[in-house]
C-alpha cells in the first residue's frame, strides 16, 4: 500500500479534502436544491438560453402515465427518470415500441405496468437524495453522436467537466458498458478516460478504479478520440457557473447527433474517479485557479481569462 | 478557521477535564444536609450460576430514613432485568433481578455509600402497657401484634415465661426492660447455620441475633406491645458475609430499636445500616445453582463526590437506561472515525449503534444468526412483492410486519424446540432491520450485488467493534460518573470535522493511480 504522503505530494484529492475544504467551503446549502432537483435545474438552464434534452412530460401521480403513453402522438423512445434522482439512479431509457411493449436499449422488454411500477417507486422517493417524495420525467432520448461510434457499445457517453470558481478544470469521457447495463457511472462499471482541456482529446481509460487502453466491449484504442463540439462545451460550462453560484460542481454533457451539446444535470457533490481517469491530482489544478481568483472575480463572465488559464491548468502539477 | 475549530475542541475538551478534576480532587460537593462522622461505603457482590433457564433474584435494598441517607447507589447486572418495588405493609424496596436465561455464572453488583447517625431512645417511665392492644393501637399496627410463624407469640410457653418474667408488672418500661434482660441474660449467643424461631430459642437457650431478635419480639407481642423484626448490616470495614437482625418496639407513637445481642436498649449506633422491617430474607432467589454474596465495606471521611446534579441521583432502575444514553455518543464517535479516516462504507450512519445494542441483549452469535435469517427472508419477500408492483409505503409495511412475525416466530420455536432456553429480544430493532432490507436491495438493483455486500459487510463489521466497545464495563462506570466525557467526545468530533486527510481505503483506491502518475513524472524527467 502506498503512504498518504506520496498521493500528499501527487496533489491528488480526497473525500474529506473535498467536502471540507471544496464543497462546504464553495457550494452554499441553499444552491443544493437547484441541482439536486433536475426539473428545476432545466427550468433554469431553459430560462439562460442553454441548452438541456427537451421534457415531454412531468409526472406527479402514477395513473397520469398510460393515457399519456396512449396518446398517439407521444414518442415511442424516450428516457424515464426521477427528478431527484442520484447517481444516475433509476434512470430507464426506452428505445422503441414494438406490439404494445416497450423496449431498452438491452433489449429488455418492459410493459406498461413495469413502466407504472417503476414511476411508483420514483414518486416514493426510492430513488431520491434523502428518500424524499419525488417527480418523474419523461424526457428526448439523446442519440449518441457519431464521432463517439468507436467507443459506444450501447447506451450514451457522456462528457463531465469539473468546474471550480467558474473554471473548467478536469474532464472525462464516460463510456456505458455492457457491465454497466448502459449507464455512463463509473461505480456502475462504466468507463472513464480523462480529457486532454486545451484540446478535448481523450486520453487513456480507468474502468472499476483499474487503468485500460481499450475499450472493453468495442475494443477500439480509449486515447485519442477528439470530443466534438469541444469549445462550446468549455463555454456553456463558464456560463452555467454565475446562473447556479456553485464554486464546485460537476456538469454532465451528452453530444446529441442533432441536438448537439445537452446538459443533462449538475452535480454539487462530483466524485473523485475523475482523478484515476486523467491519471492526474485534482489540486494542482485546483489551486492555479485559486492564485488566479486572488487578481479577480470569479463572478464575472471572464471567458477568454477563464479559458486562458486552461493552458496553465493542464501542465500543473 | 482550521484554528478556530480546533481551538474550540480543546477548550471544551479543556472544560471536561477540569470539570472532572475539580468532581476528583474537591470531594466537597454540596450534600441535603452537612455530614458528621463518616461515609461508608458499600459493594454487594452476588454470584450465581444458572441452569440454563429463567432465574430470579431478590434482595432488600437500604432507604433513607430519619438517621440513614443514601447515596452513589450504582448498579452493574448485565444479562439481567431489574425491577425496584417498596412492599406495601413494611414499606421496604426490595430490587428483584431476573433473567430470561440464565447460562453460567454471572455477577450483579450493587454499590452504595451511606452516612448514619446513632440514634438514642428514652422510654417515658410513665408509660403503660396497653390493655387491649388491638383496640388501643391503630389498624395498621396490628401486624406487628399477630403470632406470625417463627414469631410465636401465642405459644403457651412464650406467655408463661412472659408472666414469670414480667408479672403483674404494666408498667412499659418495666415490662421492655425485663424481657430485655431475660433475652439478652437467659439466652447464649451462638452463631448458627439458619436460625430458630422463637419458641425453639426459649427452649435451646441458645441462639443467634435472629433467634434471639424473634423470642424478643414474641415476647413484646404477646406483652401487647407492637414488635417487628428490623434487618441490616452492621457497617464496619472489611469483606464479610454475615448480616445483622435486631428489633424494634412501637412505644409513644415512635419505633423504638433494641439490639439484645450487642445490647444497645433503646438505641442504634451509627454503624447500623437498616435494609428491611419485618422477619423476612435479606436475599432469596429462584432457578439458580450455586448462589453466594459478600459485602465489601470502606469508610472514608469525606463527603460524596458527586452532588445534586450528578447523574447518580437519577433512581437506580433507570440507571440502566442512562447507561445506554451514554454509550451513543461513544458509538457516534466510532463510526465517525471509521467513516471519515478509515473510509468504511455502512448502511444509514447510526444503524450499527442500534444494532450494536440489540446484540447485547441477546449474544453475537444468536443475534448474527436471527439478524441473517430475518434479513435474507426479507430480500426474498421483497423480491416477490416487487414482481407483484406493490406500492413503496405498503411493501416497506409488509416487510416490517413480516420481521415482527419473523421475530415472533423465533420466540416461539425457541421456547418449543429448546425447552426453557428463551430467546429475548426486548428492543431487536425491527424498524432497522425493515430500513435494511430496503436499502440492501435498492444498493443491490442500483449499485450491484457486490458494492450491496460490501456496504452491509462495512455495516457488520462497525456493529461487531462496538458490541466490544459497549461491553466495557470500566467505560460505561467512567461515563457514568463523568458525563462530562461527552464534551470530549463533541471535541473530538469537531476536529474529526476539520480532517482533511486522506481515507485509508483511499491510498487502496488510489494505488495505481499513484504508480502511473509515479511513472509518468519519471518519464517526464528523463
Known amino acids: 500500500m502506498i503512504g498518504p504522503w506520496t498521493l500528499r505530494g501527487l496533489g491528488v484529492l480526497g473525500m474529506n479534502q473535498r467536502n471540507a475544504g471544496y464543497i462546504l467551503k464553495n457550494n452554499p446549502r441553499s444552491h443544493y436544491p437547484l441541482v439536486d432537483d433536475k426539473l428545476k435545474t432545466k427550468d433554469l438552464l431553459i430560462k439562460h438560453r442553454i441548452p438541456t434534452p427537451p421534457v415531454y412530460a412531468k409526472i406527479e401521480r402514477a395513473h397520469d402515465l398510460r393515457p399519456l403513453l396512449d396518446k398517439p402522438d407521444f414518442p415511442v423512445d424516450f428516457a424515464l427518470k426521477p427528478a431527484r434522482g442520484a447517481e444516475g439512479r433509476g434512470i430507464i431509457v426506452i428505445t422503441g415500441k414494438r406490439k404494445g411493449v416497450w423496449e431498452k436499449a438491452s433489449g429488455e422488454k418492459l410493459t406498461i405496468d413495469d413502466l407504472e411500477y417503476h414511476v411508483v417507486n420514483i414518486l416514493a422517493g426510492l430513488f431520491s437524495l434523502g428518500g424524499d417524495d419525488d417527480r418523474a420525467i419523461l424526457e428526448y432520448r439523446v442519440k449518441s453522436h457519431p464521432a463517439f461510434a468507436p467507443l459506444v457499445y450501447r447506451g450514451v457517453p457522456d462528457v463531465r467537466i469539473i468546474l471550480y470558481k467558474g473554471v473548467p478544470v478536469m474532464s472525462m469521457l464516460r463510456l456505458p458498458t455492457r457491465h454497466s447495463d448502459g449507464k455512463a457511472n463509473l461505480h456502475q462499471g462504466a468507463v472513464g478516460a480523462g480529457v486532454d482541456m486545451t484540446t478535448g482529446v481523450t486520453r487513456g481509460g480507468v474502468c472499476r478504479n483499474r487503468f485500460i487502453d481499450k475499450h472493453p466491449d468495442t475494443g477500439e484504442p480509449i486515447a485519442g478520440l477528439q470530443v466534438p463540439y469541444w469549445k462550446a462545451l468549455l463555454d456553456i460550462s463558464v456560463r452555467t457557473y454565475s446562473i447556479f453560484g456553485l464554486g464546485y460542481m460537476g456538469i454532465d454533457f451528452v453530444v446529441d447527433e442533432s441536438l448537439g451539446p445537452l446538459i443533462l444535470e449538475l452535480n454539487a457533490r462530483p466524485g473523485l474517479s475523475i482523478q484515476i481517469a486523467n491519471r492526474q491530482g485534482l489540486v494542482p489544478r485546483l489551486n492555479v485557479i485559486d492564485r488566479w481568483a486572488e487578481g479577480h472575480d470569479p463572478a464575472e463572465d471572464l471567458f477568454v481569462e477563464k479559458l486562458g488559464l486552461l493552458e496553465q491548468i493542464e501542465k500543473a502539477r | ?526
Not at chain 2, 441483549?361 to 436471527?370: A, K, Q, R
Open chain 2, 1 to 526: 478557521m482550521n484554528k478556530r475549530v480546533t481551538l474550540i475542541a480543546l477548550l471544551l475538551i479543556m472544560v471536561a477535564i477540569a470539570a472532572i478534576s475539580a468532581k476528583v480532587l474537591s470531594r466537597d460537593r454540596a450534600l441535603t444536609h452537612p455530614l458528621e462522622g463518616q461515609l461508608r461505603r458499600c459493594s454487594v457482590v452476588i454470584t450465581a450460576k444458572g441452569r440454563e433457564a429463567a432465574a430470579r433474584i431478590k434482595m432488600y435494598l437500604p432507604k433513607d430514613n430519619e438517621r440513614q441517607t443514601i447515596y452513589n447507589e450504582h448498579l452493574d447486572h448485565e444479562g439481567f432485568q431489574i425491577e425496584i418495588t417498596e412492599r406495601n405493609v413494611s414499606g421496604n424496596r426490595q430490587a428483584a433481578w431476573r433473567a430470561s436465561l440464565l447460562e453460567g455464572s454471572r455477577t450483579i453488583q450493587y454499590n452504595f455509600a451511606c452516612h448514619l447517625q446513632e440514634n438514642r431512645y428514652t422510654i417515658n417511665p410513665d408509660t403503660k402497657v396497653a390493655d387491649n392492644p388491638y383496640a388501643d393501637y391503630p389498624h395498621e399496627m396490628q401486624v406487628w401484634l399477630d403470632p406470625s410463624k417463627y414469631i410465636q407469640s401465642d405459644s403457651r410457653t412464650i406467655r408463661h415465661t412472659l408472666w414469670k418474667v414480667t408479672g403483674n408488672s404494666k408498667n412499659m418500661s418495666k415490662v421492655v426492660g425485663k424481657i430485655y434482660a431475660f433475652v439478652r441474660g437467659e439466652v447464649q449467643y451462638k452463631s448458627e447455620k439458619g436460625s430458630k424461631d422463637a419458641a425453639a430459642t426459649l427452649k435451646a437457650l441458645e441462639a443467634d441475633c435472629g433467634g434471639k431478635a424473634r423470642l424478643f419480639c414474641a415476647l413484646s407481642r404477646a406483652a401487647g406491645i407492637p414488635s417487628r423484626i428490623v434487618g441490616g448490616i452492621i457497617m464496619d470495614p472489611g469483606t464479610k458475609k454475615i448480616s445483622h437482625v435486631w428489633a424494634e418496639n412501637y412505644i409513644d407513637g415512635q419505633w423504638i430499636p433494641f439490639d439484645v445481642v450487642n445490647n444497645f436498649y433503646a438505641m442504634v449506633p451509627a454503624n447500623y445500616l437498616e435494609l428491611y422491617r419485618g422477619d423476612v430474607a435479606l436475599f432469596r432467589h429462584f432457578g439458580v445453582d450455586k448462589f453466594n454474596y459478600l459485602f465489601t465495606i470502606d469508610t472514608e471521611r469525606a463527603r460524596p463526590v458527586d452532588h445534586a446534579w450528578s447523574l447518580y441521583v437519577l433512581p437506580v432502575r433507570t440507571h440502566g437506561f442512562a447507561h445506554f444514553l451514554l454509550l451513543i455518543p461513544i458509538g457516534a464517535l466510532v463510526i465517525a472515525f471509521f467513516r471519515t479516516i478509515i473510509g468504511v462504507p455502512t448502511f444509514g450512519t447510526f444503524a450499527p449503534i442500534l444494532l450494536a445494542a440489540a446484540f447485547r441483549e441477546i449474544s453475537v452469535p444468536t443475534g448474527l444468526i436471527c439478524l441473517f435469517t430475518i434479513i435474507l427472508t426479507g430480500l426474498g419477500l421483497r423480491l416477490i412483492l416487487d414482481k407483484m408492483y406493490i406500492l413503496g409505503i405498503p411493501r416497506l409495511s409488509i416487510i416490517l410486519t413480516f420481521v415482527v412475525i419473523m421475530v415472533l416466530g423465533l420466540f416461539v420455536f425457541s421456547v418449543r424446540y429448546s425447552q426453557d432456553k428463551i430467546l429475548y429480544f426486548s428492543f431487536f430493532p425491527m424498524i432497522i432491520m425493515t430500513w435494511m432490507i430496503e436499502r440492501f436491495s435498492v444498493a443491490q438493483i442500483e449499485d450491484g450485488t457486490f458494492n450491496a455486500l460490501q456496504t452491509a459487510g462495512g455495516t457488520a463489521l462497525l456493529s461487531a467493534a462496538l458490541y466490544f466497545i459497549f461491553g466495557i464495563p470500566t467505560l460505561r462506570h467512567y461515563l457514568f460518573a463523568f458525563p462530562e466525557i461527552l464534551l470530549i467526545i463533541m471535541g473530538l468530533l469537531l476536529m474529526l470535522g476539520r480532517y482533511t486527510g486522506y481515507r485509508l481505503m483511499e491510498l487502496i483506491r488510489f494505488q495505481d493511480l499513484a504508480k502511473a502518475m509515479g511513472r509518468d513524472q519519471r518519464k517526464g524527467g528523463a
